[in-house]
């Protein structure tokens, strides 16, 4: 699983004109994107990641701090553009596996003491964020190292 991880002031998700979810106050926006090949014990180690990320103020933690979290399914941060200027998405997985793994990231920060705030998988959304910073942090599960 992929993770864009974003500190912002200020984060929303509009579906047909409708917000469906919105951080009450300053937190993280993460944009999740699962894979093909993900595995369950990746998604519990990013999740742990995210919780002990210390990129908000005074570098603290969300478990240090109990800001909101708000999790956004992103299948394009698995897009390919090596062949040309149309992306393939053959490295995302379908919307059958991913759901769950989006579901069970989400499950395992609560688990672990956080608010967090979804997303509608599947939906056409329109994401709204105010980067606080801006601080933005790529995480792959695929390479724990980088």
Excluded at 22 to 46: F, N
Excluded at 68 to 90: C, E, I, N, Y
């Amino acid at each position: 699983m992929r993770a864009l991880v974003t500190r912002v002031s200020t984060a929303s998700v509009t579906v047909d004109g409708e917000v469906v979810s919105e951080l009450p106050r300053p937190g993280l926006l993460v944009l999740a994107g699962v894979a093909r090949d993900e595995d369950p014990a990746r998604v519990r180690w990013l999740a742990a990641r995210i919780h002990r990320l210390r990129i908000l103020d005074g570098a603290r933690s969300v478990a240090q701090t109990g800001a909101p979290v708000l999790v956004v399914s992103q299948f394009t941060l698995h897009a390919s553009t090596r062949k040309g200027g149309v992306p393939s998405w053959s490295r995302a997985a379908p919307s059958g596996e991913a759901a769950p793994l989006v579901e069970l990231l989400c499950a395992e920060l609560e688990a672990l003491g956080a608010e967090v705030h979804r997303g509608r998988f599947g939906a056409h959304m329109e994401v709204a964020s105010v980067n606080d910073g801006p601080v933005t942090i790529w995480l792959d599960s695929a390479q724990p190292d980088y």
